[in-house]
Structures are given as C-alpha cells and as structure tokens.
C-alpha cells in the first residue's frame, strides 16, 4: 500500500484516485476548486462517469479515499504525486504547460520526504525533464524527487472500466527505483505494464492518440468519396475489418473526431515536429479532415434547405460522444452557432450535456434563432421541419424510423453517426441523410420544405 496524492480531479486525476483507491492505496485527490472538492466529499461526483461515484462513496467511507485543496498536507508525506491537470490548446497549436508548472512549484515547496512524482497528464517530449529540474531548482527540504511519465490512455464514457482494466500500462523512467516503485503501485490491478524511458512514454500518447485520428480521419475521408462514387461506408469499414493489421475498430465514418485530446493532441505533436524542424504531414491531413468534416451536415442541409429561418429544428445529442457530459471540440459546438445564426429554432436533446451546453447557449432567443433545451427525444423532434443527431446516445438509438416520419412535420434526418440502416429510413419514408452512403432525395420533402421556407419568409 503507498501513499498517493493525486493533483487534479478532472477525468484523468479524479479516475485514477479513486481506482488506485479501490486497489488498496491510501489516496488523497487535490484540486484548486474548492466547489469541486466540497461536492466530493459530499458523495457527488464533478463530472459523469459510469460507476466514478459509486467507487468515490465506497472508498470514501472506507477512510482511503479524501479530497482537499490543501496541497501541502496532501504532498509533505507522500510515497508517489501523480500530476494530472490540464493541458489544454494554446493558439498556436502548442499545450500550455502552466498548470503542470504550478503543480511543480507547489510540489517542490511542500514535499518532506522521498518521493516519485509522476506526471500522467498528456505533455509533449522531454517535459517530464524540464519539470524534474524545475522541482529540483524550487526544491526546499533536502529530498530525493525523481519524475516519472505515465501516460494516460482511458476513453471517456468507459473511464473506470479502461483504469482497471487497461490494456497496457505505460511508464516511462529514469531509475531502478522509479520504475520498482511504479511497477509496485500498478501490482494490485495485475495489468500488462511496458516500461520504456521517459521521452519515449511521452511519444507513445501522442504517437497513439494520433494514430487513431488519423484512422477516424482516414475514414471520414474514404466516406466523403464513398458518396461521390456510390460506395457504402458501413460495407468498406465492414470489408476491411477482417484485415488483422487494419482492425474493426475506430473505423465508423462520422462527423468527425471532439473531445478534449484529439484535437489538440493532433496539433500539439504538429507543433513539436515543426518546432523540430520537421512537417508530420500525415498528422497535418487529420487534422484539415477533420476541420471539414465537423460541419459536413450542415453543410449538406445548407444546400437542401436553402435556409434554416423560421425552422424547427431537432438537435439530438450535443456531447462529443455518448456516455460523458464533456463538451470540448464537440459537433454541436461548431454547428449550433451556424443554424441559430440562420434563424433556425432548436430544440435540443441530450441526457446528460444540455446543462453543461446551457452555460454556453443558454435557453432563448440567439438572434434570429432560438434555443430550447428539451428533455426526451419526442419532444425534440414533434413537428420539427429537420434532425441532425450528433451523438449516439441510447435515447436516440431508442427511436425507430416510424417515429420520425410519424412525428416530425417534415421527416428530413442528418445523421452524423450513422445510426440506422439506410433502407429502413427509406422505407418509413424518412429523407435520410448520413456519412458515406446512399441518399434519396425524397420530392414530397421538398415541396413540403419549400412551403415551410415560404411561410417563414412571408
Ligand atoms: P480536466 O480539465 O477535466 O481536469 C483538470 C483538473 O485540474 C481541474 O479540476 C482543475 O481544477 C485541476 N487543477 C488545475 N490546477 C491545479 C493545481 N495546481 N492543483 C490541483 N488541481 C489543479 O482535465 P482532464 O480531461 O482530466 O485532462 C488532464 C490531462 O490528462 C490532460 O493533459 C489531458 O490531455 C490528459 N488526458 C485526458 C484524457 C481524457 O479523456 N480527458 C485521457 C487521457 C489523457
């Protein structure tokens, strides 16, 4: 059992707490946000998680899980300081490494004994040297602190499943005793662990967060050309996926990759190789894919519609991804904008994001458009004139074709995950449009549009 103290309790800091909590170890998380740290110890969980608060509970009345914002008696003591804050996007391009530094700063003046700090959060190649000698440099007591790199691979909405059941355990260290030490703290999850050097684990995060959006870009690629030549999306990803050295997944074609790390960990590794003299050409196309493919539909619906004034229109989903309330890079981010700046009336659905989204947009009129926050998928789409679902959510994978054409004033679907199945819409006599397959542009539809464009105008 070791002492731990975790710095951070965003989706990354406050995870590993409670899962290294949950193997045994004596766990404090520390936050700046004493809001945050008051909700904790009250049970409740910052941000959502399947299972994140049930753990939290138990191992809080268990007495091995606590929250505090006093760093100095989380760190004077403790065998190991996993640094887990923000990274976040500079503007060009760059992570800002501010919140890693301050954490530094505060570790240096408050540590008493020997110590590992390991850094999880995602920075780019050789951080994990500049923070050892800057704790080195801030140093008040004469201790041992090494630093050690552990990147982060959990996918949120599974957050808790792939911390204690993660497919590999990457550390990245300088010593015998800095990689003994990790390897005891990981013992009790008994998981795969790869043990590289420290810039090395640095590039493994970047180099497989990339990877894979670079696969989704690829898709979305391959998907925009299926539509063009008469190619079903779903049958290539399906075709190919039996190729052991392609794989079955991340290969959906969609509108696009969100989230809080692969966008940003796209262009942090552009710029580390530019600032290295080098251009990661194929990084470079993800992430122009990906820009693109962001307002695909709504810029398909642009063209039918002609425009969106007076319109109702449904919105299902506005996280970046079904099973989180996170917002950051999400769809309905770049496209919400752009139909309340035509006018359009949005009704919106999602079960756990619209409050989040709501502190950005809140509930009213935008302009010429509106927004109004519904709270099932029925309500969103009764008389709606056009749907574009963002995320796949249960809720939305719940409602059948039928429902559409029986509920919706105008049955005009833009679906950006490819939920249903491209002759089912058509036979409930949905206009269906999605990414990479087949499109009938249904004539009754448009005539009905166009009286709708007309009334809106008049
Ligand atoms: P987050 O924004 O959700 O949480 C960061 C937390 O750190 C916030 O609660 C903030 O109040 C706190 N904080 C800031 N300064 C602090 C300080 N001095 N002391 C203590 N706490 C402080 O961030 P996140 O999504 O958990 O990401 C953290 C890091 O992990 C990033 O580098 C990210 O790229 C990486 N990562 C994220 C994911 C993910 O799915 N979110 C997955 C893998 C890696």
């Known amino acids: 059992m070791y002492k731990i103290a975790v710095a951070g309790t965003g989706y990354v800091g406050l995870v590993a707490g409670v899962c290294f909590a949950e193997m045994g170890h004596q766990v404090t998380c520390v936050d700046i946000d004493q809001n945050k740290v008051q909700l904790m110890k009250s049970g409740i969980s910052p941000i959502y998680e399947a299972d994140l608060q049930d753990l939290m509970i138990k191992n809080y009345k268990a007495g091995n899980l606590n929250y505090t914002t006093d760093y100095q008696s989380a760190y004077k003591d403790a065998d190991a300081i996993f640094i887990g804050v923000g990274t976040p996007e500079q503007p060009d391009g760059?992570?800002?490494?501010?919140?890693?530094?301050?954490?530094?700063r505060q570790i240096a003046e408050s540590v008493e004994k020997d110590c590992l700090v390991i850094v999880k959060s995602t920075v780019p190649v050789g951080t994990n040297d500049k923070v050892e000698q800057f704790i080195q440099d801030f140093l008040i007591n004469d201790v041992r602190v090494e630093v050690a790199s552990n990147p982060e691979f959990l996918a949120q909405g599974s957050a808790v499943h792939d911390t204690l059941h993660a497919?590999?355990?990457i550390i990245g260290t300088e010593s015998k005793w800095a990689e003994e030490l990790l390897q005891g703290i990981y013992k009790p999850f008994n998981l795969p662990i790869v043990s590289v050097n420290r810039r090395s684990a640095e590039m493994i995060k970047y180099a497989s967060n990339d990877f894979l959006a670079l696969k989704i870009s690829y898709m979305n690629d391959i998907a925009n050309l299926c539509e063009l030549v008469g190619a079903d999306i779903q049958d290539v990803a399906r075709g190919?996926?039996?190729?052991?050295?392609?794989g079955s997944k991340f290969l959906n074609a969609g509108i696009g990759f969100g989230g809080s790390c692969f966008p940003k960990d796209t262009k942090a590794l552009d710029y580390l190789a530019k600032q290295n003299g080098y251009e990661l050409k194929t990084v470079q196309a993800a992430i122009d894919v990906n820009k693109e493919q962001k307002t695909m539909l709504y810029k398909k619906a642009s063209r039918r519609l002609i425009t969106f004034n007076g319109l109702?229109?449904?919105v299902l989903g506005l996280t970046f991804k079904p099973g989180t309330d996170d917002l950051r890079e999400a769809a309905s981010l770049e496209n919400i904008p752009l139909l309340l700046e035509q006018g359009a009336d949005i009704y919106a659905f999602d079960p756990v994001g619209a409050d989040n989204f709501a502190k950005v947009h809140p509930e009213g009129r935008h302009g010429r458009g509106s927004i109004t926050y519904v709270s099932n998928v029925e309500e969103a789409i009764k008389d709606a004139n056009v749907c574009f679902i963002f995320t796949e959510w249960g809720e939305v994978k719940d409602i059948t074709p039928?429902?559409?054409k029986e509920l919706m004033r105008t049955s005009l679907v833009y679906d950006g995950r490819n939920i249903y199945s491209v002759d089912e819409m058509e036979q409930a006599q949905v206009e269906y449009h999605s990414i990479g397959r087949k499109t009938?542009?249904?004539q009754n539809i448009k005539e009905l549009n166009e009286r709708e464009l007309h009334a809106a105008r008049s």
Not at 94 to 104: E, G, K, M, P
Not at 240 to 246: A, P, T, V
């Open 312 to 314: 109702k229109v449904a």
């Open 167 to 169: 497919e590999r355990v």
């Open 240 to 246: 190919m996926s039996f190729d052991e050295r392609i």
């Open 402 to 404: 039928s429902m559409y």
């Open 94 to 104: 760059s992570a800002n490494l501010s919140y890693i530094a301050t954490v530094a």
């Open 440 to 442: 009938v542009e249904r």
